[in-house]
């Protein structure tokens, strides 16, 4: 069934208008006049356009006026409640009299203006996909498809429906799995189906080389008299590689660029995703919400001019890191946004996380003047693993970056539903939520090392270390071997050496562990006074904090190997719960290396 819009609905639907050269109308059907009201007929038709887009309906007008042919335009008109609609307009030139077709745009798209505001999205979303105006003549069997801007305005296909369906049907157009989703949509468009939605990838199309897909989107629409048309938009979605360099064009819109950084703005980046998302892509696409940790302190302390500056540094490593990985961009004050598309696996982004983390730390650390550590703290969920559309997905990753923060901040959570499902999606207050899911975390980290460790090769154990770190709030872990006199990193900034160990040799160092062998340290300053050497040594690496593990031999506890759980930011005391699965952690740990230690000296 078509669609037929009363009058007294106020909806434009192939409204015809005519004006003069001087914007004066001369002749208007009822449909028009109904919905701009009645206060407004006596008005000259540029007063009823959105100011931002009178210059281009000033050139279009000029263009036909110079060109024996019509075109299209989209534009704001000013309905009768005082609010803009957008229309998409058919405009030609009849002997010096400008003649309108006017449609609104909410009938050929689909879209809520209340919900989503085209002022906000429309002229730009046909800039970054590509977009085409298209209209199928059911009666004539005609087919146009042009462009809609002003600037490049011209007919890519102006003739018989079945001359452009022989052409899209030749070798190598379309990827031969969509011909046949191509033949249905030739054949609901000439049965004039009342909604038309479709996904077709090609191989080239319009001289396009560089094309992945198109959506087809169109209504068909009875007018007055009777005549039915298809109209629609094909939005065309290009490569990942060929969007990312037209958005980092020179001669990119401003509108698409983040004024304090350089990189995309929300606007540009959410509709990039929502486009592609909604496209419904067979791979997998990972969003990642990051956020640099404390930076009203930051802004508080060192001057909003230096908070710029902080955001402006931090914006430049994530899109330095991101790489052709994926695209990244602003979407508030110090939250980022990063999509990456084809991902393998969810272990696939762990590493540009620990990078983006590692390489935000290092920023300011030489820094005299404002001497810190930046940290950040990150979400990530994945399609269509998480969620299948952008919203959930995004709300997803956005309840992962908060639950990082609720963590201790500086580390990154990618949603696992075996672990966050509860917290995610459950109706508990907020620090209940937090607690059950930090607890489920650690459990399973710790199941997972008593189950796997002592057996897995090097690339498991690392996995297994570096869950059970972001669990625990640990930044590294260190082994102190008495035979060798050296320090081993397992876990943690290859770059921090501990090359000093003379405070562990010191016999009254032992009295520190209790009868458990385990040795907390809640405050580094603490020890400033009684073990000067062990202070300067752990307040040269920057750590805070740390759990330390003395394995125990013939039942009594020595210093022959020692496991330290080293935190570099200082949280709250460590809890019972945290000592007791650490110290199980360090036996742990401890035993496998004493194994391989003395396999190695025998």
Same mark, same amino acid.
């Given at each position: 069934m078509? %669609?037929?819009?009363? =009058?007294?609905?106020a909806?434009?639907?192939d409204a015809?208008?005519t004006?003069?050269?001087?914007?004066? /109308?001369?002749?208007?059907?009822?449909?028009?006049?109904a919905? $701009?009201?009645?206060?407004?007929?006596? @008005?000259?038709?540029?007063?009823?356009?959105?100011? !931002?887009?009178?210059?281009a309906?000033?050139k279009?007008?000029?263009?036909?006026?110079?060109? *024996?042919?019509?075109?299209?335009?989209?534009f704001?008109l000013?309905?009768?409640?005082?609010t803009?609609?957008?229309?998409v307009?058919?405009i030609?030139?009849?002997?010096?009299? /400008?003649?309108?077709?006017?449609?609104?745009?909410?009938?050929?798209?689909?879209?809520?203006q209340?919900k989503?505001?085209l002022?906000?999205?429309?002229s730009?979303?046909l800039?970054?996909?590509?977009?085409? =105006?298209?209209?199928y003549?059911? +009666?004539?069997k005609?087919?146009?498809? +042009?462009?809609?801007?002003?600037?490049?305005?011209?007919?890519i296909?102006?003739?018989?429906?079945?001359?452009?369906?022989?052409?899209?049907?030749?070798?190598?157009?379309?990827v031969?799995d969509?011909l046949a989703?191509?033949?249905e949509?030739?054949?609901?468009?000439?049965?004039?189906?009342?909604d038309?939605?479709?996904?077709?990838?090609?191989?080239?199309?319009?001289?396009?080389?560089?094309? *992945?897909?198109?959506?087809?989107?169109?209504?068909?629409?009875?007018?007055?008299?009777?005549?039915?048309?298809?109209?629609g938009?094909?939005?065309? &979605?290009? +490569?990942?590689e060929a969007?990312?360099?037209?958005?980092?064009?020179?001669?990119?819109?401003?509108?698409?660029? *983040?004024?304090?950084t350089? $990189?995309?703005?929300?606007?540009?980046?959410?509709?990039?995703?929502?486009?592609?998302?909604?496209?419904q892509?067979?791979?997998?696409?990972?969003?990642?919400?990051?956020?640099? !940790?404390?930076?009203?302190?930051?802004?508080?302390?060192?001057?909003h001019?230096f908070?710029?500056?902080?955001?402006?540094?931090?914006?430049?490593?994530?899109?330095?890191?991101?790489? %052709?990985?994926?695209?990244?961009?602003?979407?508030?004050?110090?939250?980022?946004?990063?999509?990456?598309e084809?991902?393998? *696996?969810?272990?696939?982004?762990?590493? /540009?996380?620990?990078? =983006?983390?590692?390489?935000?730390s290092?920023?300011?650390?030489?820094?005299?003047?404002h001497?810190?550590?930046l940290?950040?703290s990150i979400?990530?969920?994945?399609?269509?693993?998480?969620?299948?559309n952008?919203?959930?997905?995004?709300n997803?990753?956005?309840?992962?970056?908060y639950?990082?923060?609720?963590?201790g901040?500086?580390?990154?959570?990618?949603?696992?539903?075996e672990l966050?499902?509860?917290y995610?999606?459950?109706?508990?207050s907020?620090e209940?939520k937090?607690i059950k899911s930090?607890?489920?975390?650690?459990? &399973?980290?710790?199941?997972?090392?008593?189950?796997?460790?002592?057996?897995?090769?090097?690339?498991?154990?690392?996995?297994l270390?570096?869950?059970?770190?972001?669990?625990?709030?640990v930044?590294?872990?260190?082994?102190?071997?008495? /035979? +060798?006199?050296?320090?081993?990193?397992?876990?943690?900034n290859?770059e921090v050496?501990?090359t000093?160990?003379?405070y562990i040799?010191?016999?009254?160092?032992?009295?520190?562990?209790?009868?458990?062998?385990?040795?907390v340290?809640?405050?580094?300053?603490s @020890?400033?006074?009684k073990?000067?050497e &062990?202070?300067?040594?752990?307040?040269?690496?920057?750590?805070e904090?740390?759990?330390?593990?003395?394995?125990?031999h013939?039942?009594?506890v020595?210093?022959?190997?020692?496991?330290?759980?080293?935190?570099?930011?200082?949280?709250?005391?460590?809890?019972?719960?945290e000592?007791?699965?650490?110290?199980?952690?360090?036996?742990?740990?401890g035993?496998?290396?004493?194994?391989?230690?003395?396999?190695?000296?025998n």
């Amino acid at each position: 069934m078509e %669609h037929r819009y009363n =009058i007294q609905d106020a909806i434009l639907c192939d409204a015809r208008v005519t004006i003069t050269k001087d914007m004066e /109308i001369k002749q208007a059907d009822a449909e028009y006049y109904a919905f $701009i009201g009645e206060k407004a007929a006596a @008005f000259i038709f540029s007063r009823l356009i959105h100011i !931002d887009d009178l210059p281009a309906f000033r050139k279009c007008v000029k263009y036909v006026q110079n060109k *024996d042919e019509s075109t299209f335009l989209t534009f704001r008109l000013l309905h009768k409640l005082g609010t803009y609609s957008w229309v998409v307009a058919n405009i030609s030139d009849y002997k010096g009299t /400008i003649v309108m077709h006017i449609t609104d745009a909410d009938i050929l798209f689909g879209f809520d203006q209340n919900k989503n505001p085209l002022a906000e999205r429309y002229s730009d979303l046909l800039d970054i996909l590509d977009g085409y =105006i298209m209209q199928y003549d059911l +009666t004539t069997k005609e087919l146009l498809i +042009t462009v809609p801007e002003v600037t490049n305005q011209l007919k890519i296909y102006n003739g018989p429906f079945d001359g452009w369906k022989e052409y899209m049907l030749s070798d190598g157009v379309i990827v031969k799995d969509d011909l046949a989703k191509f033949i249905e949509l030739c054949n609901e468009m000439t049965e004039g189906a009342e909604d038309i939605k479709k996904k077709i990838r090609y191989n080239k199309l319009f001289g396009i080389e560089d094309i *992945d897909s198109c959506i087809y989107r169109c209504k068909t629409i009875t007018d007055s008299d009777g005549s039915r048309y298809v109209l629609g938009i094909i939005f065309v &979605m290009k +490569t990942k590689e060929a969007v990312e360099e037209f958005l980092v064009s020179d001669k990119i819109n401003t509108s698409y660029k *983040d004024f304090g950084t350089g $990189i995309f703005n929300k606007r540009a980046i959410t509709e990039y995703t929502t486009k592609l998302i909604e496209s419904q892509p067979d791979y997998n696409i990972a969003i990642a919400i990051v956020d640099i !940790d404390d930076f009203k302190i930051i802004n508080d302390t060192y001057g909003h001019l230096f908070g710029d500056d902080v955001i402006d540094q931090a914006a430049n490593v994530i899109k330095r890191v991101v790489g %052709h990985n994926g695209l990244c961009g602003r979407i508030g004050g110090d939250e980022m946004f990063i999509i990456m598309e084809n991902v393998k *696996d969810k272990d696939d982004m762990k590493g /540009i996380f620990r990078n =983006i983390k590692t390489d935000l730390s290092e920023l300011y650390e030489d820094d005299e003047k404002h001497p810190m550590q930046l940290t950040c703290s990150i979400g990530c969920a994945m399609y269509p693993e998480d969620a299948s559309n952008y919203m959930d997905l995004f709300n997803v990753a956005d309840k992962m970056l908060y639950l990082a923060k609720e963590k201790g901040k500086n580390r990154y959570l990618i949603y696992r539903d075996e672990l966050h499902h509860d917290y995610v999606y459950s109706s508990f207050s907020g620090e209940n939520k937090v607690i059950k899911s930090v607890r489920s975390e650690r459990i &399973m980290a710790l199941n997972a090392m008593i189950q796997y460790y002592q057996t897995s090769g090097k690339s498991r154990k690392r996995e297994l270390l570096t869950n059970l770190c972001d669990v625990f709030n640990v930044d590294e872990i260190y082994i102190y071997d008495a /035979i +060798t006199h050296r320090f081993y990193l397992i876990f943690g900034n290859d770059e921090v050496k501990v090359t000093e160990y003379s405070y562990i040799d010191k016999e009254n160092y032992l009295n520190n562990f209790n009868k458990d062998g385990i040795f907390v340290i809640d405050n580094i300053d603490s @020890f400033e006074g009684k073990s000067p050497e &062990m202070y300067k040594l752990f307040t040269n690496v920057h750590l805070e904090q740390a759990v330390q593990y003395a394995m125990l031999h013939n039942g009594k506890v020595d210093v022959n190997t020692v496991v330290s759980f080293c935190r570099n930011t200082r949280r709250k005391k460590w809890s019972e719960l945290e000592i007791s699965s650490l110290g199980t952690m360090g036996c742990l740990i401890g035993s496998v290396y004493e194994r391989y230690a003395s396999a190695l000296n025998n």
